[in-house]
C-alpha cells in the first residue's frame, strides 16, 4: 500500500479498510479498528462484512455497495459502511461511519426532557410541597434542622438548573474572551471542594499528587475553567467504583498542562467513551436500558476546546485516566490587546516554562 495513502487514512475520522479481491485485510486504520474487528493479512472478522466484501470481489455487486454493521459491544453502535474500488489497482475499501454518533443530537431534545424528568422532576415537586411550611417554620426556633435541609435541596437544584444554563451559554454564539491570570493549585483545590459531597457520598477517595510542586499559570477565565474542571472531576468520581480510588495528578509537558483523574482496575468501552462526552448521554436509543442523563464532559469539553485545551479518556491495562489538558504560559488567543503589565507577566511565564523544559532535558528524570 503506498505509504501517502497511509498517512491520509490515519488522519481521517471514518473507518478505512483496505482489502484485496479475495477479501485479505491489507490496512485498517485506527477508526475502523474501533469500529469493527479486523487483523491483517485475513479476511474481515465480522461475517456480514466478510460476505459483501467477497461479493464485491467477484464482481457480483454494484459499487459502491453500502450495508450496515453492528459494534461488538454490549451497547453496539450502528455502522454505515460502503464498498467502493481502491484508488489505485484492483483493490477494494471498506469505508466505515459511525451513524449512532449522527443520530445522538438529532435525540437531544427527546433527551434534554428525559434529563429534565430524571433529574429535576422530583427534586422540584418535593421542594414546591414543603415551600407551604417556610411561613411556620421560620417562626419556630427549633426548626433549624428542618430549614437547612431545606436549604440543602434548593441548593442542589439550583446546581442542576445552573448546569443546565452553562451548557446552553457555553454551546451559543458567545465566546470565552477572558484573559485572566490563573493559578492552578488554587483552581483545582477549589474544584475539588466543590465535588467533595459527591466523592463522600459514593465513599469515593480522592487522592492529590503535584498540587504542591511549582506549576505554570494558565490563562482564560478562571469562572468558566473551574466549572470545567469540577464537572471533569465529577464525572471521574462518578465513573469510580463506589468505595473506589480515584488518584488526581499534574504534570507539565512543554507548554501545556496535564491534570489526570485515574481510576484503577476498570474499564470503558468506546460507546461509554463517545457517550461521555455527549451531552444527556445521547446513545443510539432515546430509552436506553440504563438512561444516563447527565451532562458529562460536554461541559468540560467545550469550555477547554474555547482555551485551547482538550478532555479525553485513556485506558491502560489496569487503569482509566480522564485527561485534562490546559495551555500554560500566556492566553490561548491574542485578540485582545496588551498592556505592558500583561505582556511583560507573560513573558516572565512563557521563560518560567521555557527554563523547566531546558532543565528537564539536561537533568532528564529517571
Known amino acids: 500500500m503506498n ?83 481502491a484508488p489505485v489497482g484492483k483493490d477494494l475499501m471498506v469505508v466505515l461511519n459511525n451513524v449512532s454518533e449522527e443520530r445522538w443530537y438529532s435525540h437531544a431534545l427527546e433527551n434534554l426532557v428525559g434529563y429534565i424528568e430524571a433529574e429535576m422532576a422530583h427534586p422540584i415537586e418535593a421542594l414546591a410541597q414543603k415551600l407551604p411550611q417556610i411561613a411556620q417554620l421560620v417562626q419556630q426556633p427549633d426548626s433549624t434542622g428542618e430549614l437547612a435541609q431545606l436549604v440543602a435541596e434548593a441548593h442542589t437544584l439550583s446546581g442542576k438548573l445552573g448546569k443546565l444554563r452553562d451548557l446552553v451559554s457555553v454551546f451559543g454564539q458567545s465566546a ?20 467533595l459531597p459527591q466523592a463522600q457520598a459514593r465513599n469515593v477517595t480522592l487522592a492529590t499528587l503535584g498540587l504542591d510542586d511549582p506549576l505554570p499559570s494558565v490563562y482564560g477565565s478562571a469562572h468558566w475553567l473551574g466549572k470545567a474542571v469540577a464537572e471533569y472531576l465529577e464525572q471521574a468520581i462518578r465513573s469510580a467504583q463506589p468505595g473506589g480510588l480515584v488518584e488526581l495528578s499534574v504534570q507539565t509537558s512543554g507548554t501545556r498542562v496535564m491534570v489526570r483523574a485515574r481510576n484503577r482496575g476498570m474499564f470503558v468501552s468506546n460507546h461509554e467513551r463517545r457517550s461521555a462526552f455527549v451531552p444527556f448521554g445521547v446513545g443510539d436509543s432515546a430509552k436506553p436500558v440504563e438512561p444516563r442523563r447527565g451532562i458529562g464532559l460536554a461541559l468540560s469539553q467545550r469550555i477547554l476546546a ?36 500583561q505582556a511583560q507577566r507573560y513573558a516572565r511565564d512563557m521563560s518560567q516554562l521555557m527554563a523547566r523544559a531546558m532543565q528537564k532535558r539536561v537533568h532528564p528524570q529517571p
Open 3 to 85: 505509504e501517502a495513502f497511509r498517512l491520509l487514512f490515519d488522519q481521517v475520522k471514518s473507518g478505512v479498510v483496505w482489502v484485496e479481491r479475495n477479501g485479505t485485510v491489507r490496512y485498517a486504520n485506527k477508526a475502523a479498528v474501533q469500529m469493527t474487528p479486523v487483523m491483517l493479512g485475513q479476511a474481515m472478522l465480522d461475517p456480514v462484512a466478510a460476505r459483501t466484501v467477497k461479493a464485491a470481489g467477484q464482481d457480483m455487486l454494484t459499487l459502491p455497495f453500502q450495508f450496515e454493521l453492528t459494534t461488538q459491544e454490549a451497547t453496539p453502535d450502528t455502522i454505515r459502511a460502503v464498498v467502493i474500488g
Open 176 to 195: 470565552i474572551q477572558r484573559d485572566e491570570r490563573i493559578l492552578l493549585p488554587e483552581l483545582l483545590r477549589g474544584a475539588i471542594a466543590e465535588v
Open 306 to 341: 474555547q482555551h485551547g485545551g482538550s478532555v479525553r479518556i485513556e485506558d491502560d491495562f489496569e487503569s482509566v485516566d480522564f485527561v485534562l489538558e490546559i495551555p500554560a504560559g500566556a492566553p490561548a488567543s491574542q485578540d485582545a490587546q496588551l498592556s505592558v503589565e
